[in-house]
């Protein structure tokens, strides 16, 4: 595999914890943040021999050491994203001690650190209208149609913080995972961390990836599938960026969406576009963007990275390099001209690029484009997509033609069975976002946040019970789910 080529290190490490050494339970302050107490004790890491010498091909191996494990949850979320938030809240409401682990230094992932701003699909029961709620009663959504709303991602942030504090979850930011360890039996026992603290173990009786690239998966050793093939090609990377106009209504000739207007109105992307050649410029996009979320404050899309491997670090790099590059000119530009622009500034650039395709964990059963033809229903339906299939051109070559497309398929309403979200090949592994099991077309679909923010109130609600009563997932019938959720107020 290309990554593993560029990133020997990473499969050479000898850091065996598949038997971690029985470590005497301390007391913590139940605090949500609670990754801190660990600090001291990681100063007290023993390394077990001295790092060898490199070896003829390049690599390089570490010396063994023995890290602390905490084993004080039930749940381990992976992936503060929509679907990783709702699932912590969730199975935390169910019951459940969670531990919620986030990279970046905000709850929300693509909503906050990815500057979206735009929720797709959201007219659905449970967690989602709740969600709508409280974001109304901050003057914080703007409704666009029955299914989808704008927010302001600096509100979004502080309420999933509220909400996941008030719910009891323990929230760790700034942490990656790294490593993951099961037992003979392929039962997932063990995750690794890498953060500012160090190299640190945590244990659970139920995980869930919702890391968006299937990065737990991937590192248990699931089987996974990536954009059209493990070589790409893939849907392309975008980075978001806000921007706000001292006259709004001066650009509503340009915004796709404007205020509660429904639809997708195509003029103002050609009145984009030519905005644009007046400067010299062409958005490596081709359907360029202006989308107002709130007051004098706008969402621009204009960019498009292509055939980037969402787990290839150098590359996503690069891409990352490049779009923020390419927001930069296309806004300098756009105020050059006077007029409506007069006085438009660029309020922030995302922290993280938008990734459409990472890794498909395998799981027990695989959505395909059949099941959006026929509109299938599931015994197990944990959430209903309506949602049509979304693909953006995986080339520039592709772009000049047209910008995204469904690839002829017309969908009807179909269901995201719990089975597509429970891996095949661990046990005690769940899935939730766009890292659940399907194929290339069906995940074009699936993808966006408001089916992310179902499946992640189902994995939560599973994983409470399944931790809880000492099962695995795929031994909990979802018919215990679906009660749970009603005794939550978060099912009719």
């Known amino acids: 595999m290309a990554f593993q080529r560029r990133f020997p290190l990473f499969f050479t490490m000898a850091h065996d914890l598949t038997s971690p050494p029985d470590v005497k339970r301390r007391h913590f302050l139940r605090t949500a943040f609670s990754g801190a107490a660990l600090s001291p004790i990681l100063g007290a890491a023993a390394e ?9 091909t390049g690599e390089y191996v570490e010396a063994a050491r023995s890290v602390p494990v905490m084993d004080d949850v039930d749940v381990i ?8 938030v709702t699932a912590a809240i969730v199975a935390a409401r169910a019951g459940a001690r969670v531990r919620l682990f986030e990279v970046h230094g905000c709850l929300g992932g693509v909503w ?50 509220e909400m996941c504090l008030e719910a009891g979850v323990k929230i760790q930011f700034f942490a990656r995972v790294v490593a993951a360890h099961s037992d003979d039996q392929k039962r997932l026992h063990t995750i690794v961390t ?12 139920v995980f869930i990836d919702s890391t968006g690239d299937g990065d737990v998966g991937a590192l248990a050793g699931c089987s996974w599938e990536v954009g059209e ?28 969406h404007y205020h509660s207007q429904p639809g997708w109105r195509k003029e103002p992307v050609e009145n984009l576009r030519l905005e644009l050649a007046r400067v010299g410029l062409k958005a490596s996009y081709g359907v360029p963007s202006l989308f107002h979320v709130r007051e004098r404050l706008f969402n621009l899309m204009i960019n498009h990275e292509y055939g980037i491997l969402a787990y290839d670090t150098d590359a996503v790099t690069e891409a990352t390099l490049r779009a923020r590059a390419e927001i930069h000119r296309v806004v300098r530009g756009l105020r050059s001209l006077g007029g409506a622009w007069d006085g438009l500034q660029l309020v922030a650039t995302a922290e993280q690029i938008g990734i459409r395709d990472g890794r498909r964990i395998r799981g027990r059963y695989m959505l395909t484009k059949e099941d959006l033809i026929e509109g299938r229903k599931q015994p197990d339906a944990v959430t209903r997509s309506t949602f049509n299939v979304d693909i953006h051109a995986t080339s520039k070559v592709m772009n000049e033609k ?16 719990l089975r597509a979200m429970i891996a095949k090949d661990v046990d005690g592994l769940m899935m939730a976002g766009r890292c659940i099991s399907g194929d290339f077309i069906s995940h074009a679909s699936y993808r966006v946040t408001g089916n992310a923010v179902g499946m992640g109130e189902g994995a939560g609600v599973v994983a409470a019970i399944a931790a809880q009563t000492k099962r695995l997932p795929q031994e909990v019938p979802w018919e215990e789910g679906l009660s749970q959720l009603k005794k939550l107020n978060l099912r009719a």
């Open 229 to 256: 093939s493990k070589e790409c090609p893939c849907q392309p990377m975008t980075m978001m960026a806000m921007v706000i106009a001292p006259e709004a209504d001066a650009l509503r000739p340009f915004a796709s």
């Open 48 to 56: 077990t021999g001295k790092p060898g010498p490199q070896t003829a």
């Open 194 to 205: 890498e953060s500012k603290s160090g190299r640190q173990a945590w244990r659970a009786r």
């Open 77 to 84: 979320v992976c992936g503060a994203g929509p679907a990783g």
């Open 402 to 417: 047209h910008g995204y497309h469904n690839a002829g398929v017309k969908t009807l309403p179909y269901d995201i069975p």
């Open 112 to 161: 906050t650190a990815g500057l979206l701003s735009y929720v797709l699909d959201a007219n659905k029961p449970g967690f989602n209208q709740e969600l709508m709620t409280r974001l109304k009663e901050r003057s914080s959504l703007i409704q666009n149609g029955a299914g989808n709303y704008f927010y302001d991602p600096e509100e979004m942030k502080l309420l999933l913080e």
